[in-house]
């Protein structure tokens, strides 16, 4: 009977194991969303088609996002994306009170207002509907998607680590600057770097 339940253990374990390493597929249709914003307005990810859309993963207390926040590298890229007429969601998947970064609607727009964000939306993605469909790990996580509504880049905003934004390169920039130019994108998935976010249970 021990080994029975072993078993079932092992079995529920490696299949959830399977789910967490699922990824949403480069060239595939990204996964669609509804969702409301801290506006209370409604965000749906296919009203967005014919623009390309760039998803971010955000913790406004991740030590490692914030050197992106205030060093101004994210509002850059997002002033860059917005001049270009892309979307840009920026979405908060921590589920369960007293989590890292988990400010409320009042408190996320006070701190986009603050750093000079230019984003379409922010979304607080409390039961992690959105985080698992698109298996983001970490904050910063970042998604290009491509006006047709394919996943064209998925991973790091950078080839840094956080401690040489400067130098690093911006892949986010570079996936945007492809897709306008009609070419390639060079590097379509990397792993992303930050702080793990803060899933419920």
């Known amino acids: 009977m021990k080994s029975f339940a072993k078993i079932i253990v092992f079995v529920a374990a490696f299949a959830a194991a399977l789910t967490a390493g699922a990824a949403?597929?480069?060239?595939?249709?990204?996964?669609?969303f509804t969702a409301k914003d801290i506006n209370g307005k409604t965000v749906k990810l296919s009203d967005f088609k014919d623009?390309?859309?760039?998803?971010?993963?955000?913790?406004?207390?991740c030590p490692i996002a914030m050197k992106h926040y205030e060093s101004g590298n994210m509002r850059d890229t997002q002033k860059i994306a917005a001049a270009d007429g892309a979307v840009w969601i920026s979405i908060n998947s921590a589920g369960y009170a007293g989590a890292q970064g988990d400010?409320?609607?009042?408190?996320?727009?006070?701190?986009?207002?603050?750093?000079?964000?230019?984003?379409t939306a922010y979304v607080r993605d409390q039961s992690g509907t959105i985080g698992h469909a698109y298996n983001a790990q970490t904050?910063?996580?970042?998604?290009?998607?491509?006006?047709?509504?394919?996943?064209?880049?998925?991973?790091?905003?950078?080839?840094?680590n956080g401690s040489d934004i400067p130098t690093a390169k911006n892949y986010v920039k570079a996936a945007r600057a492809a897709i306008k130019a009609g070419k390639p994108i060079e590097?379509?998935?990397?792993?992303?770097?930050?702080c793990s976010i803060k899933y419920g249970s």
């Open 51 to 61: 623009k390309v859309v760039v998803l971010e993963w955000v913790n406004p207390e």
């Open 24 to 32: 949403v597929e480069i060239g595939q249709a990204a996964p669609d």
């Open 139 to 160: 904050s910063p996580h970042m998604y290009v998607i491509t006006a047709d509504g394919k996943l064209a880049y998925q991973g790091a905003i950078d080839s840094g």
């Open 187 to 194: 590097k379509t998935a990397t792993k992303a770097y930050g």
């Open 103 to 119: 400010y409320n609607d009042t408190q996320a727009a006070v701190w986009q207002k603050k750093n000079g964000f230019v984003t």
